[in-house]
């Protein structure tokens, strides 16, 4: 079984950076690819990043493309999501998930563990 804990999240001025952080428990994590989704209030959850066991192959939303980096450290057993220039639009709660495949995946459906989640908010 496999524990997902995010942190990192917060309050930030449009044009600021954050930098989530997605700890997973368990020796699997560098066997499975990762991706980070975000809720905002009233909307669908959607895609934000993905990315594979060995970091070789990212994917991006087209909203935070050239804005946010996804990354991972499986020595560390740990994710990251770099968030620079962020936009009142990017405020949600942001989760991190990891799919028991090793290539990048888009979908959410395709995802087995989720974490609680962690609220980014950016004010204008």
């Known amino acids: 079984q496999v524990q997902l804990v995010e942190s990192g999240g917060g309050l930030v001025q449009a044009g600021g950076s954050l930098r989530l952080s997605c700890a997973a428990s368990?020796?699997?994590?560098?066997?499975?690819?990762m991706g980070w989704f975000r809720q905002a209030p009233r909307k669908e959850r959607e895609f934000v990043a993905a990315?594979?066991?060995?970091?070789?192959?990212?994917y991006y939303a087209d909203s935070v493309k050239g804005r946010f980096t996804i990354s991972r450290d499986n020595a560390k057993n740990t994710g990251f999501l770099q968030m620079n220039n962020l936009e009142p639009e990017d405020t949600a709660v942001y989760y991190c998930?990891?799919?028991?495949?090793?290539?990048?995946?888009?979908?959410?459906?395709?995802?087995?563990?989720w974490g609680q989640g962690t609220q980014v908010t950016v004010s204008s």
């Open positions: 998930a990891m799919a028991r495949l090793s290539t990048a995946q888009t979908q959410a459906v395709m995802y087995q563990y």
């Open positions: 368990g020796r699997t994590f560098s066997s499975y690819a």
């Open positions: 990315i594979s066991w060995s970091g070789a192959t990212t």
